[in-house]
């Protein structure tokens, strides 16, 4: 899936369904830009992008399948995003994750990026949080696991800032694969950061009820949205970075 974000919230491409949703009440209806979450023209990146002027409840959101295709069985995927904000001066106080991986329970799984709440400045992070009781089995809160007890890769000091664009790739290798080894990496302008290793990755969600949600408690702009069906490598995630149109590029 590519969502260039040049024109409106739905991707330009898509195996699956290319439609952005937003929840209103029990039903999902298309989302369209308005005050909360605006189409910047010639702002991206890459001609338009995603803009969330301050805080808000709009939360983009994307069906599972043939987008992320998330299975009970072996699940890989790769999700590719440009970011523009300042953290420590743009986001107001509390978690803020740009772009999370959700399902019917937070308790079955929950994949996210994150801006920690407490550190300034804050640091940034991609998490693979598994069923609860593999991560936190004395049911604590997330704030008070030690970080290296935490199924996550945490940057202190990431390139983030109001002038200048910032790449950001995860991956997830394996997922509920029980005869190899799950891992998740985070990229970011097309280095690695780190792996999510050594942990059961195990999930349990329905994959009816799986979305790619974007924007929660996010201020900023955001461009050029890739999900691809596989892990990509260190290789074709410096590939994905050095392209000079972005991610049309690749099937254009």
Not at 147 to 167: G, L
């Amino acid at each position: 899936m590519h969502a260039s974000f040049d024109n409106d919230i739905h991707a330009d491409f898509s195996k699956g369904d290319r439609f952005g949703y937003i929840r209103k009440g029990k039903e999902n209806v298309k989302a369209e830009a308005n005050e909360e979450v605006k189409i910047a023209q010639g702002a991206g990146k890459f001609g338009g992008a995603l803009w969330f002027p301050k805080k808000g409840n709009f939360r983009p959101q994307y069906n599972n399948a043939k987008v992320l295709n998330y299975n009970e069985k072996n699940w890989s995927s790769t999700v590719s995003v440009w970011l523009k904000l300042d953290p420590n001066k743009d986001l107001e106080p509390g978690y803020c994750d740009p772009v999370q991986i959700v399902g019917n329970d937070t308790k079955k799984g929950f994949i996210f990026l994150e801006w920690s709440k407490d550190e300034s400045p804050r640091y940034f992070r991609y998490a693979i949080r598994p069923l609860f009781n593999i991560w936190n089995p004395t049911n604590v809160q997330w704030a008070d696991i030690p970080f290296n007890k935490r199924p996550m890769v945490q940057v202190e000091k990431a390139p983030f800032f109001r002038t200048e664009w910032t790449h950001v790739v995860f991956t997830l290798e394996n997922i509920n694969d029980k005869s190899k080894k799950p891992k998740g990496q985070l990229f970011i302008n097309g280095k690695l950061q780190g792996s999510i290793e050594n942990w059961d990755l195990t999930f349990g969600w329905d994959p009816a009820q799986v979305l790619l949600v974007l924007g929660a408690a996010y201020v900023g702009h955001m461009d050029d949205l890739g999900v691809f069906n596989r892990a990509l490598d260190v290789i074709e995630v410096k590939q994905l970075f050095e392209l000079k149109k972005g991610i049309s590029e690749l099937y254009r």
